[in-house]
């Protein structure tokens, strides 16, 4: 089957512009977590979406944001882009239940300029 | 914060067991030992995980000590398309939600 598939893989943008960054989950995935990961500070997560509602987030200033869709799918937003954003932005999928797995796309590179 | 500790980095030979180990020495009862790896610049990809037994799969085993507080990840036939990151998490059971904490992980060198 599918996996996870951002769009997307690569993109450039200047300081101060906005971005949109897609995720489409694995069918049947109603839950969608988002991370970014840079060299100095790793993989960190930023939000998690299921069934279009926000459902945890983490310690990123209000210009992250995202949104889940009735179809699952996901988009986030940056607004306002510092140099400090650029990063590999990860997106991942799952079942929900007590315990199961998280798949993980291939990621959207950022690179601000 | 990560509630994990890993050793930095671990070399190892191809076609020898790769025994990563973890320290989670504060896990709570409710709360599963997750492995997923990193191979460069793609992403995190799911290895095995576990609640106090020992766990197997078709990529790894895990071990977990009977009082919880470590693990070890083995990779039975280390090859070198095994070379990557690799992350011990630890996550609450009943949470369906994904929120996971990656510490810094062990970069795992496999040397042919």
């Known amino acids: 089957k599918a996996g996870v598939t951002q769009t997307p893989r690569y993109l450039i943008k200047t300081r101060g512009q906005q971005v949109t960054l897609s995720c489409s989950p694995i069918?049947?995935?109603?839950?969608v977590s988002w991370y970014q990961q840079t060299p100095g500070q790793g993989l960190q997560f930023l939000f998690e979406?299921?069934?279009?509602?926000?459902?945890n987030k983490g310690n990123f200033p209000g210009r992250f944001s995202g949104r889940q869709f009735s179809n699952s799918r996901s988009e986030m937003n940056v607004s306002t882009l510092e140099l400090g954003d650029s990063a590999l932005y990860l997106c991942?999928?799952?079942?929900?239940?007590?315990?199961?797995?998280?798949?993980f796309g291939q990621g959207t590179r950022l690179t601000v300029v | 914060d990560a509630k994990t500790t890993q050793p930095p980095s671990m070399d190892c030979a191809e076609g020898r067991a790769a025994n990563l180990p973890c320290n989670h020495s504060?896990?709570?009862?409710?709360?599963?030992v997750y492995w997923y790896r990193q191979i460069h610049s793609q992403g995190p990809q799911y290895i095995i995980h576990?609640?106090?037994?020992?766990e197997t799969n078709e990529m790894a085993s895990l071990i977990i000590t009977e009082d919880r507080k470590s693990s070890t990840l083995i990779l039975p036939h280390a090859t070198l398309r095994d070379t990557a990151v690799y992350y011990c998490?630890?996550?609450?059971w009943g949470q369906g939600a994904q929120k996971l904490v990656f510490g810094q992980g062990t970069r795992l060198t496999i040397n042919p």
């Open positions: 504060t896990i709570s009862g409710n709360e599963y």
């Open positions: 998490i630890v996550k609450p």
């Open positions: 069918s049947g995935h109603r839950s």
């Open positions: 979406y299921f069934s279009e509602t926000q459902r």
């Open positions: 576990g609640l106090k037994n020992n």
């Open positions: 991942a999928s799952s079942f929900e239940g007590p315990n199961t797995e998280a798949f």
